[in-house]
């Protein structure tokens, strides 16, 4: 199967949508938000440094319980 996306330019378009994956022929999938857009959601910002460390400290966590 493939998957494409597709930008709906019409409220209609989404119930068409709807209607071919109730008769089996297509699934829709929900997109995740872009890194981007939650960084900005966060309410305390950090740096790329920082989050590299957390990152690498979380790891370092995830690896020891290995």
Request: a negative charge.
């Amino acid at each position: 199967m493939e998957t494409v996306v597709v930008q709906l330019t019409n409220k209609k378009a989404y119930k068409l949508l709807e209607d071919l994956e109730e008769l089996e022929l297509i699934k829709l999938l929900k997109k995740s938000p872009d890194v981007s857009t939650l960084k900005g959601a966060i309410k305390t910002p950090m740096s790329n440094e920082d989050i590299d460390k957390q990152l690498n400290q979380i790891r370092g966590e995830w690896q020891r319980d290995f």
